[in-house]
């Protein structure tokens, strides 16, 4: 078998395939066997149909089979010759040709697994933030639990000041438009309200709403201006100034239990402040343990990207990415926006889409080849006891959802994210961790 191969840019190769005569024959005569077995004849019994019959009655499909089974086996010859090669994908052969001497040629375009020289991923440099519960924390989540548990009374004997809880009706407009038409469904929410309760401090709504509000009393209107901040969630109506057509419904004095026994009572039955202040403690500490092992996961994946590049598929990179889309697309009709407000920003979505999915294909392709070099493997047992898992909490029977997942092709797509969680694993065990302090927010960032 002379077989051609030459390796192109973007993760392809050209196929150039010329198979012996001797080889199609062998070949011919195993389907032509199987044929004079099968094949059903009037006037012959099974098995008794001359070649010659069986070659009229069913020619196109022997010579069809014929070719389908040489294309595979060169595929399988194309290997053994070129053991680094990996074959993600082959479209359509194409010049099928059986020459005058028998001998059968077609050419074909393999798509390839990037050819990747691995960095070294041993020992990848990454920081956390440094390990501990500030008293802090403890601190805010008790003034959370304050608030939580805080009386109200009414102001009736003067005007709104500062840390006053203000209750208003109001409405937005923008142009004279009513919000939401400006901004569409997302901004609907904003757009008008009844019994708002609002704090009258610096960062309450929007910065400088709420300092409008001092002064004010039940009963009292007032219209405040807002511009819109250029980081608005709402892209066509960052910037705008909006109008505010407010209605003070109510002042209120927010009173908060004291931080004692009394208090950790209300919380839980039996506890005593500091027995609470340890719960709050062992929970932030919980907590943080879960976003350590999130940054150091990111964190490795991250430095493991920077430190190599290559191609990757076309093919495969244009379906994650319009995968990639989709999902965005499903996250912001969920989170409000309308159709509409998807199609203006179709560009920035793909565009955003498209960074995604390169760089989900490419950790993948290099976790592919971490758990290779690595030889890791996922025994089938372990497949079992995760689809055990994931069958209860679907509530449905081991075996059927086992059937479910085979036929929708999804336990391949279980072993595979199995490995790679194996690969992450060594990548986050094998790292150089630091610890640094969190960043202190500056004011006004």
């Known amino acids: 078998m002379n077989i051609r191969l030459e390796k192109k840019e973007k ?11 001797d080889k199609v024959t062998e070949e011919r005569n195993k389907v032509m066997k199987a044929f004079v077995a099968q094949a059903r004849i009037p006037g012959f019994r099974p098995g008794k149909a001359p070649k010659a019959v069986i070659e009229k009655s069913h020619g196109a499909d022997i010579n069809q089979e014929v070719e389908s089974r040489l294309i595979q086996n060169s595929f399988q010859d194309v290997l053994k010759e070129n053991p680094d090669l990996k074959i993600l994908n082959v479209r359509n052969p194409e010049n099928i040709t059986h020459q005058a001497d028998g001998a059968l040629t077609f050419e074909a375009e393999l798509i390839t697994a990037p050819e990747i020289t ?3 991923y041993k020992g990848l440099e990454i920081d956390i933030p440094q390990a501990g519960v500030p008293d802090e924390a403890i601190d805010q989540n008790l003034e959370q639990l304050r608030q939580r548990f805080a009386d109200y009374t009414d102001i009736d004997d ?18 004279g438009k009513p919000l939401d038409e400006v901004g569409g469904e997302q901004a609907k929410p904003l757009a008008s309200n009844e019994g708002y309760w609002i704090r009258i401090e610096e960062e309450a709504f929007f910065p400088g709403f709420t300092d409008e509000l001092v002064g004010t009393k039940t009963g009292d209107d007032k219209e405040i201006k807002v511009t819109l901040p250029d980081d608005f969630p709402i ?32 919380i839980e039955a039996g506890k005593t402040l500091e027995e609470i202040k340890t719960l709050i403690r062992d929970d932030l500490d919980m907590r943080q343990k879960q976003q350590v092992e999130e940054i150091k996961i990111n964190g490795v994946l991250a430095k493991l990207n920077e430190l190599v590049d290559f191609d990757l598929p076309e093919d ?39 960074a995604r999915a390169k760089s989900s294909l490419k950790t993948n392709f290099l976790l592919s080849e971490i758990a290779e070099k690595e030889a890791f493997k996922v025994e089938n047992s372990e497949v079992l006891q995760r689809v055990t898992i994931m069958a209860k909490q679907a509530k449905k029977p081991v075996k059927g959802y086992m059937k479910e997942l085979q036929k929708s092709g999804q336990l391949g797509d279980i072993r595979q994210n199995m490995l790679f969680s194996k690969a992450i ?14 960043e202190t927010k500056t004011e006004g960032k």
Do not use: W
């Not at 500062?162 to 923008?174: P, R, S």
């Not at 505010?244 to 908060?256: H, M, P, Q, R, W």
């Not at 409000?336 to 560009?347: A, H, I, L, T």
């Open 158 to 175: 003067r005007a709104a000041e500062k840390g006053d809880l203000v209750i208003i009706d109001y409405t937005a407009t923008i142009d």
């Open 316 to 354: 495969f990179l244009k379906s994650e990415t319009q995968n990639q889309a989709d999902a965005m697309v499903r996250e912001g009709m969920q989170s409000g926006m309308s159709e509409d407000q998807v199609k203006e920003q179709q560009g920035d979505l793909f565009q955003a889409a498209e």
């Open 11 to 21: 993760c392809l190769a050209a196929l150039s395939v010329e198979i012996p005569a």
């Open 425 to 438: 694993d060594f990548l986050v065990e094998h790292a150089t961790v630091t610890e640094v302090e969190p």
């Open 118 to 120: 691995l960095p070294e």
């Open 235 to 266: 892209e066509s109506i960052r910037e705008k100034e909006a109008l505010f057509a407010v209605t003070v419904t109510g002042l209120k004095n927010e009173i908060l239990p004291e931080l004692d026994d009394d208090f950790a009572e209300k």
